[in-house]
């Protein structure tokens, strides 16, 4: 979501670039090489950006737009974008559809006195100056000071202090909801699956350590409570299994059929 | 005890500089309050004097958004982000865009986002914008649907070192449409950010619009 | 270029001022490296120029076992303190993620955290939780770097009036819109009770998942 995959349009003479590497061959007559397609793709924020693009690489007056031509062009890129995203090319499409509709409008006898509100284009070059005007404040954004990047807060140590400084609070609804919100990221990154963990595995991963904090050895069975029932001896046991591959312990048997012990991965040579 | 304003001095920048979050006159009054019956045109008076305390130093006085904060000067960022191992976070321009939508144009819904920037807005985007706490709900259109307003915050001002929306760079004019047709195009290769005496118009313009 | 001690000055004094660490000498020598060859000497200089600056002000410049720090004066404590009063602090929400992705994936690495969150993890995050005594160093994998594992404490348990982990609302009641979710808890559920013979395979199964 926030992570930039630098790619911008640089102006005058248009052209993408990506990563550095400038396409400059890429948009001469509007064919786009197959391999760079999602990167040009990428770098549109949608139907009225590219179509800005287009505008401005074809030097057009913006005025007599040949509608035509533009929804030739559009549909190209719409047949192009139809394997790739169909939620995109739908916003695509209804650019394309208003393209056509004011070329056949335009197509109509016209009245003899025209003014501007009766002029399909209008609109179309309303939205355009519109939303160029934000794409720009949008660019310049990017390169305004802000925190972290160009401005370091100037903070000191604090003095010894009278009153102790109170901690803050948090409930754990609060922590929920920022777990929800970690899940739902995760959700969209496909090779994380964060919610298949059992809770009680994990905990019991934690004490394994903390108790072979204190020994250097921990017979097998000990890890182990018969109280539990089998459910908790299973989860002991996956714990051990998950500890063992996270290279965390060891088990060591001196010889065969001596106990079995664990121990810290990391313990001293 | 009363104070003088060679007294308030050091008390103002020691609070500002212990402080995480920028202070404003009125914060900054409450905290003297027991002492004294705070005097807010003294501590302006302090503050502009600890402000020109810092030519020739490596720090700045600064006021932004929420109030005043004591800051590195941006041109020893380059020695300072050296001391961090985490690189600042790159936002991209469908966030940008979308922020600086709700910046100008506040309050807005994500609808009439869409309805500008002709594409569907990634609920993504809102999401993280409102995390980042740089916007915020702030009421709901009374229209079927009640949709959401959004607005920024005094945080998103902090972040960006800016004092008020009216910093912000000019929007530039939506000019009338045969004008427009001899001058966009000029305009369009130029690429020209007008940023100068029209940031007041803007505003003027901005509040019209809410 | 090279520097004389006044041109070090400002840039000394924006380096610790924005450093959350105290920097010793030997470390500012080093940050300085990529413009000149670091003049200790000049450094040193400039601390004490840097040092003499702070008299009538609010701040002292002090040198600490590991280095040099700006702190508020300890004249001005009392009203520092007077700072908390006025605003309840807080917790960020990269904070409070990293808090409950350790609570749910403990024993995990930092390097872990990162990656589930997408970005990285701010040091200050960890010690703030270090400090807190909501979260500790269990132990460290056993693969190159060593990465250190980082657990929740009981104390973490006490505060949130938990008898154990368990207690923590499962993921399925977390995620209530994402019926998927739960219906895998369930079938989770399921397989603990039935795991005798596949334990293996529920295992690799669920360390995939890693």
Redesign the interface.
Known sequence: ????????IT??PSFARVLGKSLLELPQDLYIPPDALEVFLETF?????LLLYL??KQ?L???DISIAKITTQYMEYVDLMVGLRL?LAA?YLV?AATLAEIKSRMLLPRPESIN?ED?PR?EL???L???E??????????F????????????????????E??????D?R???L????????????AD????????????R??QI??R??NHQFLKFEELFTIEEG??GV??A??AI??LL????IEIVQTEPFAPIHIR???HEL | MSFNVNDLKPIIEAVLMASEQPLSVTMIAQLLTSETVPNKEMIREALELLQEDCAGRGIDLKEVASGFRYQAKQEYAHWISKLWEERAPRYSRAFLETLVLIAYRQPITRAEIEEIRGVTVNSNIIKGLIEREWIKVVGQREVPGKPELLGTTKEFLDYFNLKSLTDLPALSDIQDIDQQAIELERQLQLQVVTLDDNTREFVTENSEAQ
């Open positions: 979501m926030t992570i930039d995959t630098t790619i911008q102006e005058a924020e949608g139907p009225l950006d505008i401005k030097n007056e913006i005025l939620e916003e650019m501007e002029d209008a070059i309303r939205r100056q519109e939303y005007r934000f794409k720009k404040v949008g660019e310049e954004l990017e305004m000071p802000r925190l972290e990047r160009d401005i370091f807060i100037a903070q000191v140590e604090l003095p010894e202090l009278d009153s400084r109170p901690l803050p609070d948090v754990l609060e922590l929920m920022a777990l929800q919100d970690v899940l739902r990221r995760a959700d969209m990154r994380h699956e964060v919610r298949r963990d059992l809770l009680s595995v994990r905990e991963m934690t350590i903390e072979l904090h089998r459910a299973v989860v046991f996956i299994l998950e591959k996270g290279s965390i810290s991965a990391s």
